[in-house]
Structures are given as structure tokens and as C-alpha cells.
């Protein structure tokens, strides 16, 4: 049967006790002396008390923890949002982006479309030069026979 640091076995007069600095276990047979009983039972108590005092320190250490466990949670939130807020900026960003894409494709379609209706008109035009000067030639040759 286990007691916090102490055990009895079976009454039979030895007290196991630990020593709290060092780890090892003591024996004491002469549990009907008064004295080392008084002892032995003031060590007891002396270890249950320092116990309680770790324990109320850990206690407050896990307090401590859980504080900043809630102020990280807090913070992460913080970040997510933050995240959130950037994602949605990147998204209207590429929206303009592909837009401001898609008006650059129409430009140069529209630039390619200006390029071919000016060869066109240089074709037209050379044409129209070809005509002109066989004109001019034809009207020459009729002035030069009148």
C-alpha cells in the first residue's frame, strides 16, 4: 500500500521513507521509538509540504503557459487574417492583371489589324501610282497627236 513517501508493509515496524535530495530510500525498524517515529513522521510531512509547494508552483507555471498559449492563438489569428486581407488583395491584383492583359491582346490584335490594312493601302497606292503615271502617259501621247 503506497502513501505519498512513505509505505508500510504490513505493519511489521519498518518505515520506507525518501530522501528528497538524494533519491534513496531509508529504512527505519524501530518504528515504536518515539523519537526516530517523531522524526520520521516530521521528515513526511516536511516532503508532503514541499510537494505541495512544487505542485502549487507548477500549477502557476501551467497558468503562465496557458497564458501565453492564449496570446499565440490570438497572434496566429492575427496573422491569418493578415494572410486573408494579402490573399484577397493578390486576387483583385491578378484580376486587373489578366484585364490588363487581355486590353494589351486586343492592342495588338488591333496593331496587327492597322498593319495589314496599311499594306493594303501601300498596295492600293502603288497601284493607284501605276495608273496615274500611265494616265499621265496615255494623255501625253494624245496631247503629242493633237
Avoid at 105 to 133: C, G, P, T, W, Y
Wanted: hydrophobic share 30%; charged share 35%.
Amino acid at each position: 500500500m503506497m502513501k505519498t513517501t512513505a509505505s508500510f508493509k504490513a505493519f511489521d515496524g519498518i518505515i520506507w521513507t525518501q530522501d528528497p535530495n538524494t533519491g534513496e530510500r531509508e529504512e527505519s525498524r524501530d518504528i515504536f521509538d518515539s523519537t526516530r517515529y517523531a522524526k520520521k513522521l516530521e521528515a513526511i510531512k516536511t516532503s508532503c509540504k514541499e510537494y505541495v509547494g512544487t505542485v502549487n508552483n507548477l500549477k502557476a507555471y501551467l497558468e503562465g503557459l496557458k497564458s501565453r498559449k492564449h496570446a499565440c492563438k490570438n497572434k496566429i489569428s492575427e496573422f491569418d487574417d493578415e494572410i486573408q486581407r494579402c490573399n484577397e488583395g493578390m486576387d483583385k491584383e491578378q484580376a486587373r492583371a489578366s484585364k490588363a492583359m487581355q486590353e494589351l491582346n486586343q492592342i495588338a490584335r488591333f496593331q496587327s489589324e492597322m498593319d495589314a490594312k496599311q499594306q493594303e493601302m501601300d498596295k492600293e497606292e502603288a497601284v493607284l501610282d501605276s495608273q496615274r503615271e500611265m494616265l499621265r502617259k496615255l494623255i501625253r501621247s494624245m496631247n503629242s497627236r493633237l
